[in-house]
């Protein structure tokens, strides 16, 4: 075949591909907000049986020619070249895993997740656990049929998936360095005792909660006919194309920050998808991004730009309008130092800045424990709480406030976790190369985030993944990844904050 | 093959059919009730893409004689034998049509839906017009290649597609009946003068519509965890399973029994496919119900049950204390009068259930006289106001409220309207052999519901589509359909509504 004939074959099978996903990331946001929950008895063994579908076409041997051809055709062009270049590279690791057992895992996967929330509901780790282990045991058991299987720990495999580049060495440094910096702030910080943030826990009615939300987004210039807010158990965001990103978000009716917060966090990933230049929109690299690097753009939003005073400065107007007696005799100072206050708790969706990457140290440790065998599921729940005393100081009084709050194991995203921290390390530097260029607090307190966006579309979300972590860093900041960006910056704002120089 | 070696097959072909309908069903339910405008330029080539591969997995001659084998196969099992029979003389219909034609019509009928559309908003039949030609022209092109071509009449053709065993003949009985028994009744009312309703039209808020519709499903015993309530531009069901039935409303705040008598049609519908059989539930039975005995079960809670006094009397003081500003002076036999009251009107949509079959009627004697030749496209817009004047005494002035108002035919469905008539005739048979077992109005005023719904499981839904409509009336009520059910029904209340005896 011509070049041209298997450029025209390639077509094919990329819209082939795309509507399989498509219908399937329909299939499980609908699952996620919408579907009621008996729904899963039909849907679930369709659901896998669609993923199998989609896993014969791309572990086709044609497929894999077609790649490898195309990969090296001098006269396909470039970006054809790299992006199937980057299909093969993933698609390598799972390419030997044969499809029953493949499909096997996926509805042990999903029947996985409908247990975490029967257990969650039940608050009752004891259903989970078996699935757990199963799923741990699924999972271990599909890296047997990688190519790199035994060339690093199964634990290193799975961390680099989802972090290219990354493995326990540099995640132990990485977390060494909070431990040793951070515990101890954070010990100062208790004995200093609370900021008063009693106001955030009045009532504040999800109706109203939900227009503010709309109002928020408007100013973050989120764009609605390319993009939806929805309501589910945990936020998330799902993008289905560029032009169709959704976020969700859930409402407490006690805790006015919470929808806040998510949503602004869940805006910066949507904005991430929706600002990849055209010319990848339909591309692998629309949406390959690593996950640390998709999570420093939702923490850019949510930490470096949502908590910044300025960005209330523009906003918190609109909070006193929306619940004048809720928020009537709160000043903006009072307000941002609330939003900014940190008191170690439970719930990790709810951390406050300083707080957070303990949470992630901690599922870090668990992890990789489980993995390398050096503890089992059996009891999970007591390590869970024993590892917040010890980092926290607090201790969890049952299963829904500890180990069953986060859906993520559930579904056999393990090697996830510990993103979530590199995402706001990578955050606070891209913030520092974006002070080179932009007034930021400027731009927040005169309502032009539109200036932010397109800062952040011109250095990073253009890109799509057609990047390495490690090279979209250097490309956006011109230096090489350095933590001590994050670790500044958190010990900086909070002896700030706690008046701890004063002492 | 051997039969256990084919109904293996069978099964494998039943998944992967099942597979791809839910995904499309998800992606149709989400773009009418959650995808943001934009979204369609990513997802419609895809669902395009996928409804090709269902009718090439359908149209496989691989798969026709798993269909004939099966059907007639001694061994299989009897269940299998009527299951395959039925997938196969409906998958007659389209069998021999060549898969260029088919998407050549599926175009036209897009481009003409869109033309419609256009047509709508320019209030303009004229640009509808060459549109509504070519897909009379184009839906008669497909009915040649039918086995059957030829037997009878296109349009009985396309009558029986929608409800088997109906034809002109047996419509012509029904709609004569109708003409004859309703268009006087109706010109005495209009004598009569109007029943007070202007209270419905006052401003009722649209959160507190949401929590109404929440109790009243509770009232209707609707399963919340096999189904929910979603909005929609237009309201619809759509069941994905048995475990999974999903009705959409839209709210008025100037209109309150709109999206009541919208949630109590549809959850009919629901109800329906809710409470078939176990052992229907996954196989063609469950969903291929006539369009007819579907109505029948949706006019039978919007009507029979839902405008009866005695539902009222359970549920007006929920409506009540939802709306003490709106309904506090407004007494229940005030509030009944007004939801059953009759007034000539141009929209079918929104009219009463006594001058609705008269809409009906119209659009039943235009599309038999386009589709014998008795008349053209062209100058039907004055076709149908002169219809309007002549059964219904009014004359729309605009093409809007006149022939544009339904998308039905823009898209071919000709020979869906008559359905609706019917299903309405068919309630008011099954009501009155319910009476035989119940008394409908204790249920309803004590909130017995459930007594209702099993009465209906038993005797029609657990059915699901398995019988003709023929017979499953015979099943239900012990006679044959009879027209008279409906028009008795109508003629009694009506007259008592007005008090016509009283003259």
């Given at each position: ?44 063994p369709r659901l896998a049986y669609l993923e199998g579908e989609l896993f014969s076409l791309t572990h086709a041997q044609e497929y ?359 995402g706001s390390a990578y955050a606070a530097q891209f913030i520092h190369a974006m002070r080179k260029d932009l007034d930021i607090e ?62």
């Amino acid at each position: 075949m011509t070049t041209k004939e298997l450029l025209q074959q390639y077509e094919e099978y990329k819209l082939k591909i795309s509507a399989y996903s498509l219908a399937m990331t329909t299939m499980y946001f609908d699952m996620q907000t919408t579907a009621p929950k008996k729904s899963g008895i039909y849907r679930n063994p369709r659901l896998a049986y669609l993923e199998g579908e989609l896993f014969s076409l791309t572990h086709a041997q044609e497929y894999f020619d077609l790649l490898e051809t195309l990969s090296k055709a001098e006269d396909a062009d470039e970006l054809t070249r790299k992006e199937t270049a980057a299909i093969l590279k993933d698609l390598n690791k799972t390419r030997n895993i044969p499809k029953d057992v493949y499909v096997a895992y996926s509805e042990l996967a999903l029947n996985s997740e409908n247990a975490w929330e029967e257990a969650y509901h039940a608050n009752d780790y004891s259903i989970f656990e078996p699935y757990l282990k199963k799923v741990i045991e699924g999972k271990s058991k599909l890296l047997t049929y990688r190519d790199d299987y035994g060339t690093k720990s199964n634990y290193d495999l799975l961390l680099d998936d989802y972090e290219p580049g990354m493995n326990s060495e540099e995640y132990d440094k990485f977390f060494n360095l909070i431990k040793e910096e951070l515990v101890p702030l954070i010990h100062k910080i208790v004995k200093k005792g609370k900021i008063d943030d009693s106001f955030l826990y009045k009532h504040y009615p999800r109706e109203i909660q939900a227009k503010v939300m709309k109002e928020l987004m408007d100013y973050l210039h989120f764009d609605f006919e390319s993009g939806i807010l929805r309501e589910s158990l945990h936020p998330f965001t799902s993008s289905f194309s560029k032009y169709d990103n959704r976020i969700t978000t859930k409402y407490l009716e006690d805790k006015l920050d919470s929808s806040i917060f998510s949503v602004i966090h869940e805006s910066g990933h949507a904005t991430y998808n929706a600002q990849v230049s055209d010319e990848l929109a339909e591309t692998y690299f629309f949406d390959n991004m690593s996950m640390g690097m998709h999570e420093s753009q939702s923490r850019t939003f949510e930490i470096y730009l949502g908590k910044n005073r300025a960005f209330w400065e523009a906003n918190y107007p609109l909070l006193q309008n929306a619940y004048p007696e809720q928020l009537g005799d709160v000043t903006l100072d009072q307000f941002v130092d609330a939003i900014n206050a940190s008191t170690p708790s439970l719930i990790r969706t709810e951390a406050d800045e300083l707080t957070y990457p303990l949470h992630i140290l901690i599922r870090y440790e668990i992890e990789k424990a489980l993995f390398n065998g050096e503890i089992s599921v059996e009891h999970l729940d007591e390590v869970w709480n024993s590892k917040y005393e010890e980092y926290l100081g607090i201790r969890p009084e049952d299963d829904r406030t500890g180990i069953l709050q986060d859906v993520h194991w559930s579904d056999g995203s393990f090697g996830y976790f510990p993103t979530y921290a590199l995402g706001s390390a990578y955050a606070a530097q891209f913030i520092h190369a974006m002070r080179k260029d932009l007034d930021i607090e400027d731009c927040l307190r005169n309502s032009r985030f539109d200036l932010i966006k397109d800062w952040l579309k011109e250095h990073i979300h253009k890109y799509g993944g057609s990047n390495l972590p490690k090279d979209q860093i250097f490309i956006a900041t011109g230096e090489p990844f350095d933590p001590h960006y994050y670790i500044n910056h958190l010990k900086e704002k909070y002896t700030r904050l706690y008046h701890l120089d004063k002492e």
